[in-house]
């Protein structure tokens, strides 16, 4: 063998193995690589996507106790109220006609917060808002109604907080 047959690969074997295509062409891999780039790019969103509804429910839930809490509270005041309406009503009733403004005017601003008075003479008995204390039948009426008023009951926001004792017929 010659010096100019050691430095020419040309003819071995192991130099003429076929190279790939797409390492021969840079589109390919540079396609192949902006792929792989998309689905990262697809994934990172998709998680963002998936936390910002996740604390999206959380900062709902977080304000839904939060107003729930304050309803509960506010609840626990009203209902530390409901003896003094109870006074003045009584007072009324025998006759102390100046305490109908203090009346008045409580009732109006625990109203515009959602306060109802529950109970009229008249209305249907239901058992989520009346309290029976004693029940005459009446064989004109097919279903119960209130007869009689005892004690006033009231809702706050829809919640019972306090049912109408009250005297049924029917």
């Known amino acids: 063998m010659g010096e100019d047959e050691a430095t020419t690969p040309e003819g071995d074997p192991e130099t003429d193995l076929p190279i790939s ?10 396609q192949t690589a902006i792929e792989q780039l998309q689905s990262e790019r697809d994934s990172y969103l998709s998680d963002l996507q998936r936390i910002q509804a996740d604390f999206d ?11 729930d809490l304050t309803e509960y509270a506010a609840s ?14 009584a007072a ?6 100046d305490v109908k403004p203090i009346q008045s005017s409580l009732l109006e601003t625990l109203q515009a917060r959602g306060l109802a008075i529950v109970g009229a003479v008249g209305e249907e008995f239901n058992p989520d808002h009346h309290e029976a204390v004693s029940h005459e039948p009446s064989e004109d009426a097919e279903t119960s109604t209130v007869h009689e008023v005892m004690r006033s009951g009231y809702t706050w926001n829809g919640r019972t ?7 049924v017929k029917g």
Do not use: H, S, W, Y
């Open 92 to 97: 009324i009733q025998q006759g102390a006609t």
């Open 21 to 30: 295509e797409e390492a021969e062409n840079p589109e390919t891999v540079e």
């Open 57 to 67: 429910n959380f900062r709902r839930q977080a304000q839904k106790r939060q107003t």
């Open 161 to 167: 907080i306090r049912p109408a004792m009250v005297r």
């Open 76 to 89: 626990g005041i009203v209902e530390k109220l409901l003896p003094v309406l109870d006074a003045c009503e």
